[in-house]
């Protein structure tokens, strides 16, 4: 276990020793005495947060609502800044799902979730509590990663699958961080622009080009942590200017591009998700000229 500093924010991480066998599911287990409110920044993937601690997380938004505990969020929470986090003495493990196996690990679309938190028992039942339980059992970071994984695989091996076609529009979206176009997905795919739009949006929770948006400013946001500079950023990410940059930013987080780059949610991830990522893209995933084949 690593311990994270970040201003007045000290917790203590740990990491799987082994990637997840599951591809698009990666785990962080984290340890807070003290949460200090905490903006959460909108991220591409479907965040499920298993809490066994003492005490609870607390997630606030702006809109009234307020969730405690185990929790699960779509992709894309916290946008204009309006969730906040919170709590005592938190021990949880946080797991990022890849819009593609959320559906199958969840039992429903992540369009359910509409942008926002449920809590876990209400999706889950009594799963949800006897998870709980058993991560508070066991001694070790691993043996929690080794259970959660044994629960999430299991449950998207009996899930729903997403269509291929669903599937492989997500991968070229990450593998081109947020860079093409839905006419060319939808060519690369075979299928009409409504019936991607209309597949995409009630498969994965998102619609095509918000996907987009939201991979292509999460990519942007991170070169922002790292300490590049927002012209070159924006240049780099596709932006059209500086700009274009600022606004997407504060769409997303309701803070400056400068105020991004100090986030503790997204200073901590280098060392909670070193090989970030919502799950493998196709081989060469930048390909243009690649094509989408049904089998």
């Not at 599911?25 to 807070?32: C, V």
């Not at 609502?65 to 929470?77: E, I, K, Y």
Request: charged share 20%; glycine share 12%; hydrophobic share 45%.
């Amino acid at each position: 276990m690593q311990t994270f500093r970040h201003g007045e924010a000290t917790w203590d991480v740990a990491c799987p020793r082994i990637p997840s066998r599951v591809a698009g599911l990666t785990m962080a287990g984290f340890r807070a005495h003290d949460l200090n409110e905490l903006r959460m920044v909108p991220h591409p993937a479907v965040t499920l947060l298993l809490d066994f601690g003492a005490g609870s997380p607390v997630l606030d938004c702006a809109a009234g609502w307020q969730q405690r505990g185990s929790m699960v969020a779509g992709p894309g929470l916290g946008s204009g800044g309006a969730v906040r986090a919170w709590g005592k003495d938190v021990e949880c493990v946080q797991v990022r799902l890849s819009p593609v196996i959320a559906r199958a690990v969840l039992g429903e679309s992540p369009a359910s979730l509409d942008g926002a938190a449920v809590s876990l028992g209400d999706l889950w039942g009594r799963e949800a509590s006897r998870i709980r339980g058993q991560l508070g059992d066991v001694a070790s970071w691993q043996e929690r990663f080794a259970l959660t994984e044994a629960l999430l695989a299991r449950r998207y091996e009996a899930g729903p699958q997403v269509d291929p076609e669903v599937a492989w529009a997500w991968h070229r979206i990450i593998g081109s961080r947020g860079r093409v176009r839905v006419d060319g997905l939808a060519a690369e795919v075979g299928w009409s622009r409504k019936r991607l739009w209309s597949r995409f949006r009630s498969q994965l929770g998102l619609r095509p080009k918000r996907a987009m948006t939201l991979v292509r400013f999460d990519h942007a946001a991170h070169r922002l942590v790292a300490g590049e500079a927002a012209a070159y950023v924006a240049v780099d990410a596709g932006y059209a200017d500086q700009s274009h940059l600022h606004r997407d930013v504060m769409a997303f987080t309701g803070a400056t591009p400068a105020a991004v780059a100090g986030e503790r949610f997204l200073a901590v991830d280098d060392m909670a998700w070193p090989s970030r990522g919502t799950g493998p893209g196709p081989a060469s995933p930048d390909d243009g000229g690649s094509r989408f084949v049904a089998s």
